[in-house]
């Protein structure tokens, strides 16, 4: 490992995460969600007619809409009411749109981002950062030599302003309509921030990209919105990071992801979340994939008190392929419903799931996932690998997979393991010399490996990190 | 919550159906109970995905189907000696207390309204009685249906140390006009250190629907298994549940399905783990052709003090065309880490290699594809004990593959 690596793995993860900031903003709407609460956003926001439009047919749905309770094994969402929440705070900065040096931040903003690590990533390894406080993007920027071959990426606020006509084809039409669900709906109302990326035909991003999203207030809400549009044969990484520290009153997440992968155009969307124990994170993501592209899912779902979470595939163009990786670490008090969906809608298409789960001192993960191979999507296969770990009799861990197949050539294979920590495996490593926390620990980055190895090395290491710290006082 | 209970389906049909096997009072008052529950229950749970139900029960015409008190049937029940094969009607006389004891005890009549609707209205059942250390082979109980609609009750006891292999079969005889309901209720329980292997094949008519429900309980040591093989009718929710009890229990369950034309099976195969060093083996291979369409659905559900656990479930399903669906959800739920589990499910379609390696050696194609098919259902054939019923389930499979293009 190189210094620098060194230097990210010693670095304080616990103290990066857990700080939190006293609450300072420009703009904060009152608690709840009212016509009046929308309207005035928009405006704060001077966003276009046709976009206000569609927050208010999205809060109409919104409140048409049951919220879902009778899944087997769902998360109990009973707390979240969202006359509690305060949608919207625009944090005391300038530069609206966010600026393009960390210098130009307001010091309490700027210190949260040092403490979480970012900018020291940017300068490393990244082609761009974003960086979401609150409500708002406060930084933004990309490396020249991206931009200068047509790559935008900017936040969504701006893009609404600066790419009015892509945004308004794109967002929340054809890939995650304000219908989908309750918090797809709740999202197209009071959506706010978030990223917008647009690579040309042909563009190769060699470097990922990143945005990250923090919540420091109390009793807020966070709905930023990434709009993805990855042009015919184009290449893109993106790297979502998320944190909020802890308070006493829940907190929820409800972002919309939205990915157009063209023909013979690669995207990978890699998250790492680290919310805090009292964060309700009901996201939707979703990608089409026209002929002959890839989509790629990353993610690590850590901390929260309940995720329900499936990013979801619709493979559209023959020879279209999706891989999902993804692992759920569940501790005390966590209900981590996560999953992943995908439609073969085309022939030739191709997918593959592979799910790990660690649950410890009564957490519960859960994998809820759907393959659907449509009838004519011919000579595609699928297969689903799910494995859980579990540490503790109070933990739980189930595996729902649910796979409609209406066609007949088809591979399809799903195998779910579930197991123990294997005593002879911790027996093993002890009789190396090892005390059972550490034989512990390696066995479960071994675990996680197939993960890991997905991600650039400063997240990996993070993610073995943010798994030692949920590991640590209780092994022992 | 369900409405519209057929007018047929009231108190006097119950007290006359009740009256004509001559009942004991309490059996009676479940029956009244399990009408009187109706409007309160739901139907079986189905599986649903966004914006699909996988399988649907409300919307059969249940008016239509049922009439309870023109129930015909010709039944066999055979057993070897030592063990008592009788009609419900004979349990209620010579095994009174072992009904009161048992009735109701496995399956919840208020399970859900078809269940009820079941208990309500049956006219016809066996009762399987296998005492103490008594080993019984090759119980067999054959109904053909001859009616509207037949509503049937059967249960297995095997004592401490009892073991007992028994086949039920299901087919229709006389015709009628329109389509059918065929209604079953399966009790069994073994004791201590006792072995029940079940096996059911149903071969109803095409103009049949079938709702079955097959539940055993297995005590300490003790063993169910269970073979549903499902060739016929025109709809079926099969439902099999073993629910290990006992320290030590076991349980294997079998499943083996062929659907055609525009049947429609819905399987549901589930294991509870409630006690410990359990282990469930849960194994089901179908074919789905033409338009046909099988759900499947398998749990397996290991309780906070299931301490070292074994359970393992498999399921593979073989497409032959291109218009049929095949769809599956296998489910873990977990909450003893103590456990050692999985679940696998493919679906596919005859091996193209093995066609390729049949064909090259002059086996004609059709041939070749039909001994694939057969040769599919070798590994769970081989678990049933009663040849009967396994030769029965290869001619049905034969015969299809033989009248297919």
Known sequence: MSSEQDQLKETDTEAR??????????????????????????????????????????????????????????PDLSEVDIDEIVPYIRPDIEVRGGAEDWDDLPEEIRDTFDKLGIP????????????????????????????????????????????????????????????????AALHGAIWSGGSFVYVPEGVTVEMPIQAYFRMN?????????????????????????????????????????????????HVQYSTVQNWSKNTYNLNTKRAIVEKDGTMEWVSGSMGSKATMLYPATILKGPGATDNHITIAFAGEGQNIDTGAKVYHNAPNTKSTIESKSISKDGGRTNYRGLVHIADGAENSSTSVECDAL????????????????????????????????GDEDVFYLQSRGLDDDDAKQMIVAGFIEPITEELPIEYAVELNRLIELEMEGSLG | MSTGVHAAIDEATVRQLSEELGEPDWLLET???????????????????????????????????????NAAESKDQVGPEG??????????EQHGDLLEERFGSVVDPKTNYLTALSTALFSTGTVVYVPEKVDAEDVKVRTTMNSRSLFNYTLVVAE???????????????????????????????????????????????????????????????????????????????????????????????????????????????????????????????????????????VQDVGRDAWNTSSYQRENTLMLSDESEADASPKLIINNHDTEASHSATVGQVDAEDMFYMTSRAVPERRARNMLVEGFYVPVLEEIEVD??????ESVVRTRLANRD
């Not at chain 2, 006389?174 to 201590?192: L, T």
Request: proline share 3%.
């Open chain 1, 17 to 74: 995460f857990e700080f939190k900031k006293e609450e300072k903003s420009a703009f904060k709407t009152g608690k709840g969600l009212t016509e009046e609460t929308i309207r005035v956003i928009s405006e704060d926001k001077d966003e276009p007619e046709w976009m206000l439009e569609r927050r208010l047919r999205a809060l109409k749905q919104f409140q048409q809409m049951p919220m879902p309770t009778d899944w087997p094994g769902q």
């Open chain 1, 120 to 183: 020291e990533a940017e300068r490393n390894a990244l082609s761009g950062v974003g960086a979401q406080y609150e409500s708002e993007i406060v930084y933004q920027n990309m490396q020249e030599q991206w931009e200068e071959k047509g790559v935008v990426f900017c936040d969504m606020d701006k893009a609404v302003q600066e790419h009015e006509e892509l945004v308004k084809e794109y967002f929340m039409t054809k890939n995650v309509p304000a219908s989908d669900n309750k918090f």
């Open chain 1, 217 to 265: 207030s109390e009793g807020m809400g966070q709905f930023e919105h990434t709009l993805i549009i990855a042009e015919d044969n184009s290449e893109v990484h993106y790297i979502e990071g998320c944190s909020a520290p802890k308070y006493s009153h829940f907190n929820l997440h409800s972002g919309g992801v939205e990915v157009f992968v063209g023909e013979g155009a």
């Open chain 1, 390 to 421: 579990m540490f503790d009799n109070e933990s739980t861990s189930d595996t729902m997979p649910y796979m409609e197949i209406q066609e007949s050539k088809v591979d399809v294979a799903h195998e779910a393991t579930v197991g123990k920590i």
């Open chain 2, 31 to 69: 029956r009244l109970d399990a009408l009187a529950a109706l409007s309160d229950l739901d139907f079986p749970d189905v599986i649903q995905t966004p914006g699909r139900k996988w399988t649907d029960l409300e919307d059969l015409d249940y008016e239509s189907l049922v009439d309870p008190l």
């Open chain 2, 83 to 92: 063990v008592e094969v009788l009609s419900f009607s004979e349990a209620v």
């Open chain 2, 160 to 298: 401490e140390s009892a073991s007992v292999t028994l086949l039920e079969r299901q087919d229709t005889g006389d015709a009628v006009d329109g389509s059918r309901y065929y209604s079953g209720v399966v009790e069994i329980v073994a004791g201590e250190n006792a072995y029940v292997q079940y096996g059911s094949l149903q071969d109803l008519d095409q103009e049949t629907y079938n709702y079955q429900i097959k539940e055993g309980r297995a005590g300490t040591y003790g063993q169910v298994d269970f073979i549903d093989c499902n060739v016929g009718s025109r709809l079926s929710k099969s439902t099999v549940e073993t629910h290990l009890d006992g320290d030590s229990s076991e349980t294997k369950i079998v499943g083996a399905f062929y659907g055609h034309d525009d049947q429609h099976f819905d399987i549901d195969a589930r294991v509870w783990h409630r006690a410990e060093n359990t282990t469930a083996d849960l194994v089901t291979r179908g074919v789905i052709d033409d338009h046909a369409r099988s759900v499947y659905e398998g």
């Open chain 2, 388 to 393: 009967e019923l396994r030769e029965d389930f």
